[in-house]
């Protein structure tokens, strides 16, 4: 109770973070049971956001620019999706534990799309969509 301030909170870091219990002292053999058990029966917490990135690109090649700065976008991180709405437009999903990570890691595809783009002689802006 001192360490996680309840059971749940504690099957929950045993399901977020592999070794959580070791790293807060708890030793025995108890705590791979614990553990399974939490695999089972916890959903961790995460929070979906998405933005709209808009790219483009004229050159002769533009089509394999565009989907590379989009494979570039998807590749950035863990748990990011990329989807067609309509050319230019294309939506960015981020699932992570909380919004100031998944911002973060937003962000981050975004701008890693955005920099292909630019330095392959096209344009790209993302926008920020609210849930």
Known sequence: MEVFGGLYPAFEAAVLEENALEE???????????????????????VTISGIIEVTSEAPNGVEIVKEALKRAKESGDNIDVYYIGSPKYRIRVIA?????????????????????TKAGGHGEFHRKEA
């Open 97 to 117: 534990e909380d919004y100031k990570t998944a911002e973060k890691i937003m962000k981050n595809a975004a701008d890693k799309a955005i920099e292909y783009i």
């Open 24 to 46: 807060e002292g708890f030793k025995g053999e108890w705590i791979k049971e614990f553990r399974a058990i939490a695999k089972e029966n916890i959903t961790p917490p995460f």
